[in-house]
Structures are given as C-alpha cells and as structure tokens.
C-alpha cells in the first residue's frame, strides 16, 4: 500500500528536487537567499541591528538570477 503525498512534501519535491529526486542546489540557494533576505530585513531591526540595504538587494538578486537559472536549465532540457 502507497502513502500518498502530504500538499507540503509534494511542493517540495516540485519545487527543490530535480526530476531524478535529487536536491537541486540552484533552487536550494534560491530558498536559502531568500529566507536569508526575509530574516535580515525582519529580524535584525527587531534587535536593533543596523541593516544596509545593498545586503538586501543582493540577497534577493543572487534569489533571482538561482531561480533564472533553473528555469532556464529546465526549459533548455524539455527543447532537447
């Protein structure tokens, strides 16, 4: 007897593994930046912490250009 997914272990697997079910680090560095970005614009103000927002810029651009990549990684798999 299958267990069926739970909607959460589903998401993950579609969204931080490859199709082979291995961790896709492209996307796992997209999670982890953007988290990061999250907690150093929320977090660190509630301590008061100074922030410097180019750190934050830079945070969700290295998200974006991660989540760019696989995109463009996947799609230039499905053209083959």
Known sequence: ???KPSGITK???DT???PDGKWSRKSLTAFVGFIF???YEIVLP???LPTKEYVFI???TLTGATLGLTVWDKKS???V
């Open 11 to 13: 998401l993950i697997d």
């Open 58 to 60: 830079t945070l969700l």
């Open 1 to 3: 007897m299958t267990r």
């Open 46 to 48: 509630l301590v008061e």
């Open 77 to 79: 798999k499905t053209d």
């Open 16 to 18: 931080l593994k490859n």
């Open 37 to 39: 970005a999250l907690v």
